[in-house]
């Protein structure tokens, strides 16, 4: 089983739409959260950080549940400008190593 | 925004040629990182520091070396490059959770 597994998707959403995403990691150990957005031939760029009690920036919202080891991203009203690859990103406690998934497709249709 | 600088941005070389891709960070982050990342697919990492002198390899088998002599300056050397090492090549650093890319090498091998 892979350390951090995502649906590739793609995920194709109609512009206004909400969508979620979710990402499960197999190691308890795990300590830090993140989702990175990468437009395409890009680098990728921190969306947001994820904790335990949720946190929310304008349209996004990301949750984290320790118990059944998955974070979540939600977007409210999607943009077309919000087409890119999401990447569910977790930090280890042990060696402090940093493990990427490998992204979700997302296309805002007009 | 974040100040890590990758030289050159597109590269085109020959086969059996010595090549060394740059990436310097203004931040003063202990942590740096080389990833590799082909188009449309998954980000690996192939080499990684957290201090000056200090270098590991990463998850992903790879024929370059890096150096850490000075805290800003992360380069990496591709001895005597191969078509197979025609990727994206992306430059990373940390200071504690979060990673600040560098905006890539594109490099092709003929």
């Known amino acids: 089983r892979k350390e951090v597994e995502q649906d590739p998707g793609p995920f194709n959403v109609p512009e206004g739409a909400t969508v979620a995403f979710n990402c499960t990691y197999s190691n308890s150990a795990s300590q830090s959260f993140f989702w990175y957005r990468q437009d395409c031939r890009k680098e990728p760029k921190l969306l947001m950080s994820?904790?335990?009690s949720g946190n929310e920036d304008g349209r996004f919202t990301a949750q984290l549940n320790r118990a059944s080891q998955y974070i979540s991203l939600l977007i409210r009203d999607s943009k077309l400008s919000d087409s890119a690859t999401y990447l569910c990103v977790v930090r280890m406690n042990r060696d402090d190593k940093i493990i990427f998934g490998k992204g979700t497709r997302l296309h805002i249709l007009p | 925004e974040a100040d890590i600088y990758q030289t050159p941005r597109y590269l085109v070389i020959g086969t059996g040629k010595k090549i060394t891709l740059e990436c310097s960070q203004t931040m003063g982050h202990d942590k740096m990182y080389w990833y590799q990342q082909d188009p449309g697919m998954e980000l690996h990492l192939i080499h990684y520091s957290y201090g000056v002198n200090s270098t590991e390899k990463g998850d992903l088998s790879s024929e370059s070396t890096v150096s850490r002599i000075r805290t800003e300056h992360f380069p990496l050397t591709l001895e005597s490059a191969r078509p197979s090492h025609t990727s994206q090549y992306l430059c990373a650093s940390s200071p504690k959770d979060q990673l600040y890319f560098g905006p890539g090498t594109r490099l092709t091998v003929t």
């Open positions: 994820v904790y335990s």
